[in-house]
């Protein structure tokens, strides 16, 4: 059984920073890209970052480049997201997903505000 599951969120004031995992399970972790996602209230669902099964190669919104950073720790099975220099606009629920198969998690949510 596959699972996705996102943990980290919260609330935070602007500039703060917040670190998201996505604990996967059920399927072979370290041979997929795995990306994060985000759906702010009203808005389409965003592609944020992308990293490949190996974690050698990483891509970015350009609404994030430079404050947050995707990694992946495969022996544990998880992806990683952090960031940093966070602004009100970046409140959202955050989900991560297998774009090979579509698996997603259960989505976290993250809100700036002071």
């Known amino acids: 059984q596959v699972q996705l599951v996102e943990s980290g969120g919260g609330s935070v004031q602007p500039g703060g920073s917040l670190r998201l995992s996505c604990a996967a399970s059920g399927f072979g972790f370290s041979r997929y890209a795995m990306r994060w996602y985000r759906r702010a209230p009203g808005k389409e669902r965003e592609l944020v970052a992308h990293i490949t099964g190996d974690g050698g190669n990483t891509n970015y919104a350009d609404s994030v480049k430079g404050r947050f950073t995707i990694s992946r720790d495969n022996g544990k099975n998880t992806v990683y997201l952090e960031m940093n220099s966070l602004k009100p606009e970046d409140t959202a629920v955050y989900y991560c997903?297998?774009?090979?198969?579509?698996?997603w998690g259960q989505g976290t949510q993250v809100t700036v505000s002071s």
């Open positions: 997903n297998q774009p090979v198969f579509e698996y």
